[in-house]
Every structure is written in structure tokens, then in C-alpha cells.
């Protein structure tokens, strides 16, 4: 079964651009989850998208967007970019609500997104 | 989410067995205990999952007292390739069936030749 995919691994981008960041779950996943890493700030949750709904979002700034598609897939967006904003951006995705183990999230190999 | 506090580092020689505590005093009743492994440019990945007493699987045990304030993840005959941040989550997938997994900052594990 293939893995969680990400595109592209690499960017790089001017402040005050926008970028969109791609994800594929795992097939049968219906749950996508997208994390912020950074040296500073580590691990952080940005937002998690079920059945092409937004469930839960985490303490970030409206640039940052996304949305989910019916096969599952989605999309980060970050508008107006800025330096601080370079990171790595990770893709999660699970099975549905309720199944166990909970929180067994599967992650893909990241977008790593510099700032210049 | 109930936070959780761990070592900030280890090490660790080849072959030996390495305990990793987190604490967790604030865990509620529906908490799942959740140890993630990350190597360095990669995500997380899923090692084992616990809510009570002991669980073991081919890769690591997780023990959990009584109270469920802490738990120990045991990594036996840790090799080269184990060296990673370790970090352990506890809550559950809420009423809405959200995931959103809150990372602290793990302990990074140093395993020495």
C-alpha cells in the first residue's frame, strides 16, 4: 500500500508570495492533518480536514488555508509569505473517526518550504 | 490536550535497553497514551499506543501505573539506528472525531557504538 505523498519535497519562494502545498493520503483514509516543524517552534497543528471539512484548526493566521477534495486529497495554502514562515510542512493522514488505534496518524515525507 | 513533559535528551549505548518517562498529570479519562518516532527530515511515525498497564509489540513496550499520570516507553537492545526524537502524546480523538496531535518537544535519543 502506498504511503503518505507530498509535492513538491522542495521549494523555495520569495516573501510575499503564495505557495500551495500538495497531499495524497493513503487510500482509504479520510482524515488529512497538516503540521508546521520548525527548529523554534517544533511540531505544530495547523489544521486537520475529514470528508472535504475542515474539523479542527490550530493557532496559525488566516494566511494559512487549505481545503480537501473528494478523493481525499488536499491542499495547503499560504498567501503573502514571510520568512518566518519557512518550515516544514507535513502531511497526515488516518481512517476515519473512532477507529483504533486513535491518533495512529501516518505521515508523508514533507514539503520543505524556505523563505527568502 | 493534556500536556505532557519529558527528558529533553538521552543516550544511550548499543544493546542496551533505553526507558523513556513522560509525565502526565493532567490525562483524562478517555486519554490515549501515544509514542511517535521521528528521524531527522522525515515525519513521525506511529511506534505503539496504550491506555492502561502494558503493551507490547514487536518494536518497543509501553507501561502504564495505575493512575495514569506517567508512562515509560521501553526500547529493548536499542541499535545505531534507533538514534530519533521520541515524543509522547495523550489525548484522544475528541467528540468530533478530530485528530489533531499535539507534539511537545520529545526527547531526543542518542544511541552511542
Known amino acids: 500500500k502506498a504511503g503518505v505523498t507530498q509535492t513538491p519535497r522542495y521549494l523555495i519562494k520569495t516573501r510575499g508570495q503564495q505557495v500551495t502545498l500538495s497531499c495524497s493520503p493513503i487510500?482509504?483514509?479520510?482524515?488529512v492533518s497538516w503540521y508546521q516543524q520548525t527548529p523554534g517552534q517544533g511540531l505544530q497543528f495547523l489544521f486537520e480536514?475529514?470528508?472535504?471539512?475542515?474539523?479542527n484548526k490550530g493557532n496559525f493566521p488566516g494566511r494559512f488555508s487549505g481545503r480537501q477534495f473528494s478523493n481525499s486529497r488536499s491542499e495547503m495554502n499560504v498567501s503573502t509569505l514571510e520568512l518566518g514562515d519557512s518550515a516544514l510542512y507535513l502531511c497526515?493522514?488516518?481512517?476515519?473517526?473512532?477507529?483504533?488505534?486513535?491518533?495512529?496518524?501516518?505521515f508523508g515525507p514533507g514539503t520543505r518550504l524556505t523563505v527568502t | 490536550l493534556a500536556k505532557t513533559t519529558q527528558p529533553i535528551s538521552m543516550d544511550s549505548y548499543e544493546g542496551q535497553e533505553v526507558n523513556i518517562t513522560c509525565s502526565h498529570n493532567n490525562i483524562a479519562t478517555n486519554d490515549y497514551i501515544t509514542w511517535y518516532q521521528q528521524f531527522p527530515s522525515q515525519g513521525p511515525r506511529f511506534i505503539i499506543q496504550?491506555?492502561?498497564t502494558k503493551v507490547t509489540n514487536e518494536v518497543a513496550s509501553l507501561f502504564i501505573p495505575a493512575d495514569r499520570k506517567s508512562s515509560t516507553l521501553s526500547l529493548p537492545r536499542v541499535s545505531l539506528s534507533d538514534t530519533a526524537v521520541y515524543y509522547c502524546?495523550?489525548?484522544?480523538?475528541?467528540?468530533?472525531?478530530?485528530?489533531?496531535?499535539?507534539f511537545g518537544t520529545g526527547t531526543r535519543l542518542t544511541v552511542i557504538p
Open positions: 487510500s482509504g483514509h479520510r482524515s
Open positions: 502524546l495523550v489525548g484522544d480523538i475528541g467528540q468530533t472525531g478530530a485528530n489533531n496531535l499535539f
Open positions: 496504550g491506555y492502561k
Open positions: 480536514y475529514f470528508s472535504e471539512t475542515q474539523r
Open positions: 497526515a493522514s488516518s481512517l476515519a473517526a473512532g477507529t483504533s488505534p486513535v491518533n495512529e496518524q501516518y
